[in-house]
């Protein structure tokens, strides 16, 4: 993993797609790995542009990362139930 310097956020991290799975260095999936906040490529293409900037992707990602961790569990299960 490379390194950059920042000046404040994380503007460059674990590439992920918009289910919050972390992608492979072929763009894929890894299955039942999921990322957000700070350890998360940042959503701004890069920049930080304010202080707290990333709070609202972490909470976005992270709610979206529950729900796919809540739903891969279901289906394995195949109780259907929660």
Not at 8 to 18: E, F, L, Q, S, Y
Not at 27 to 36: E, K, Q, S, W
């Amino acid at each position: 993993m490379k390194v950059f310097p920042g000046d404040i956020g994380t503007a460059t991290g674990i590439v992920a797609d918009v289910r919050a799975r972390v992608l492979d260095s072929n763009g894929d999936a890894i299955p039942r790995l999921y990322t957000c906040g700070n350890d998360m490529n940042s959503i701004m293409g890069g920049h930080y542009p304010a202080g707290g900037i990333t709070l609202g992707p972490a909470m976005t990602f992270g709610f979206i990362a529950a729900n796919e961790l809540i739903n891969s569990e279901v289906a394995d299960d195949g109780s259907g139930s929660r």
